[in-house]
């Protein structure tokens, strides 16, 4: 599956936008999204689960975005497969899909492992939280944010023709220009600082 190259060609001065879909537990306060679009040639479509009906209709009214951000808690994506499912195959075939999950407790702590593992193919367990990060623990880190060198709070790997990335850092990336960096970077996009 090709990922979104934007919008085409649409005349002199306008830029093309690529299309995100963001797919989250709760609304987001306003003003957030409209910050994102500002800064990155993007176009974000917003679902929640507070109606499963929502995402399920993202997916099938957008099949081929630049990236897909998952914002839920990892017992929400394990109640809905068919959505995992139909995500792990779009990273597989090509997209991008990063993850950042603000609800860890023990539930959703194995939940995340079992997501992980039944959905992506993959060992990552979630660790601990210090600092402000949620970390990872049996994935290779790109870089070392801690002391202890076998966990990381940002983390990417490649799934079939994509890319799979997790941001640990508490708070959404609308909140933190350190952390939206990250997020568009792993799309491929570049963030306008100023």
Partial sequence: MATDAGNGD???GVVSKFTV???LDRELPNGFIE???VRVPVKIYLATFENPADPA???RDHPSPRAIFIGSAPEEMRRHQDISSRIAEYARGGGTVLLTMDRMDSRNRRA???????TWGLTWEYADLSLGRFYLVRHD???FPSQMQWKTSVACAGFGQGLLGW???IGLPFDNLAISFSV?????LSLDMR
Wanted: net charge negative.
């Fill in 10 to 12: 649409q005349g002199p």
């Fill in 21 to 23: 879909l963001c797919l």
């Fill in 35 to 37: 910050e994102w679009e």
């Fill in 57 to 59: 209709q993202l997916l």
């Fill in 112 to 118: 995340f492992q079992e997501w992980m593992r039944d």
């Fill in 141 to 143: 880190p790109v870089f």
């Fill in 167 to 169: 941001i640990g850092d």
């Fill in 184 to 188: 568009f970077t792993m799309m491929g």
